[in-house]
């Protein structure tokens, strides 16, 4: 396989990975890093794609067997026909694991992807061993949608601007939004190139993209109720200054409802911390996997 520098060299129009065909829909996926300890199921946030968190832990998870997954309908992947949401979604996941031959992952999920990993982790237990949620978005009451993501499947202006607005007008703002984001730390050069962020602006992904924005609060209060049940261990990186997603009202909310759970503030980190704080992702992953398999070892004691 390619080193990870030159798959990010990509044009975004070319996978950089492979297919799996999941209940009728194609998914995209790359796996990295050689087999050993559990294996890491890498989920994206809202607007972007595997090359995102490809991008930012690429190098510090070189040791691991990583899965970096395209979410249904973003990126690469399909989205299978009619009303989408996290359930959904999680089942998709978890049938594609399924079909891998993978047991049991951790799960590492950046925002939007968190909510995704907490509803794998409610919904197919028997599938992630542990967690480890970066800036989630996770708790209801997260405010009005967008305009453009609720208006994007209304009739007459919807296809405006999925197929006018958003591909004349969206390139010039990629940039500016992404880099709000890592505020108030720096964006890393080539950014929006490396991430193949553009993807967002075709009309397939940004429908996808819309739907799930537009119904955010209806999704998280789907799940945000049942939080306690996730007795998985767990750990949450969330920075101090961040501005997409509150850390106040999602990550220590979070971590004060799950059983058994960590909460790791990055002063001064804006909702990115992944990137210029790799390593803290990397070292939550490796705590959550001991823990992970320990408890494993004492399940299999008990039985014995």
């Not at 972007?48 to 070189?62: I, K, M, T, V, Y």
């Not at 978890?94 to 950046?110: P, S």
């Not at 819309?210 to 945000?224: F, K, S």
């Amino acid at each position: 396989m390619p080193a990870v520098d030159a798959l990010l060299e990509l044009p975004s129009a070319e996978p950089v990975g492979r297919f799996e065909t999941v209940a009728g829909a194609r998914l995209h996926y790359l796996e990295t890093g050689p087999e050993g300890d559990i294996p890491v199921l890498v989920l994206h946030g809202a607007s972007a794609n595997l090359r995102e968190p490809l991008f930012a832990l690429g190098e510090a998870l070189s040791g691991r067997r990583v899965i970096w997954l395209d979410r249904p309908g973003l990126g690469h992947s399909q989205r299978p026909r009619g009303q989408w949401n996290p359930e959904r979604e999680a089942r998709l996941i978890a049938a594609f694991l399924y079909q891998r031959n993978i047991d049991r992952v951790i799960v590492t999920g950046h925002s939007w992807g968190g909510a995704i990993a907490m509803r794998l982790a409610l919904d197919h237990p028997e599938r992630v061993a542990g967690l480890v949620l970066i800036g989630p978005a996770v708790m209801a009451n997260v405010g009005e949608a967008a305009f453009y993501n609720r208006a994007t499947h209304w009739p007459v202006i919807g296809p405006v601007i999925t197929r006018l607005i958003v591909p004349t007008v969206g390139r010039g703002q990629l940039e500016s939004g992404a880099r709000s984001a890592f505020s108030p730390e720096e964006m890393p050069e080539a950014y929006v190139e490396r991430t193949a962020l553009e993807l967002l602006l075709t009309a397939r992904v940004w429908s996808a993209n819309a739907a799930d924005m537009a119904r955010v609060n209806t999704h998280l209060e789907a799940q945000d109720q049942r939080y306690h049940e996730v007795t998985q261990p767990t750990i949450i990186i969330a920075g101090s200054q961040d501005s997409v997603v509150s850390t106040r009202r999602h990550a220590v909310v979070l971590a004060e409802t799950l059983p058994d759970s960590g909460l790791v503030l990055v002063e001064g980190a804006g909702h990115n911390p992944h990137f210029a704080h790799a390593d803290r992702v990397a070292a939550a992953i490796s705590d959550v996997t001991l823990r992970a398999t320990a408890r494993q070892g004492d399940s299999a004691s008990d039985v014995e």
